[in-house]
């Protein structure tokens, strides 16, 4: 797993961070004052990067997070079979299946190049890359 750790206190809006072991992304961060003897306490509300669930956690703002290692690839799609596409890295030449999103479903055809992420050992497709 490819992650690093961050203070919550400085996630920001479009921060990538793991909540219960899946990498999601910051949609909301919400700041409640210290108390009297207490410290500062940040609300986070995340989406889930592969499975689009939504995840909230409250935790002290002083208290460090995981943030998975994000890396962005391309890769040519080689052929398409129902929902899965047999697909090649373009820098390592790695071959290896991805399953294709909802939304991609009509603009995937063989020898196009996309763009997908690696994170956290699991590959998502994310987009058409035009030429």
Not at 2 to 26: E, H, W
Not at 31 to 49: C, D, E, F, Q
Request: charged share 30%.
């Amino acid at each position: 797993m490819a992650t690093k750790l961050v203070s919550v206190g400085s996630l920001q809006k479009g921060s990538y961070v793991v909540i219960d072991n899946v990498p999601s992304k910051v949609v909301d961060t919400q700041v409640s004052k210290p108390g009297k003897h207490g410290h500062a306490k940040v609300r986070l509300t995340a989406i889930g990067l592969i499975d689009e669930k939504k995840r909230v956690v409250v935790m002290p703002g002083h208290d460090n997070i995981e943030t998975p290692i994000v890396e962005k690839k391309t890769a040519q799609i080689l052929s398409i079979s129902g929902n899965k596409a047999n697909v090649m890295d373009v820098e390592s030449y790695e071959t290896f299946d991805m399953e294709i999103p909802d939304e991609l479903k009509d603009s995937c055809k063989e020898s196009t190049n996309v763009l997908y992420w690696e994170v956290m050992g699991e590959r998502v497709m994310k987009q058409i890359k035009s030429e």
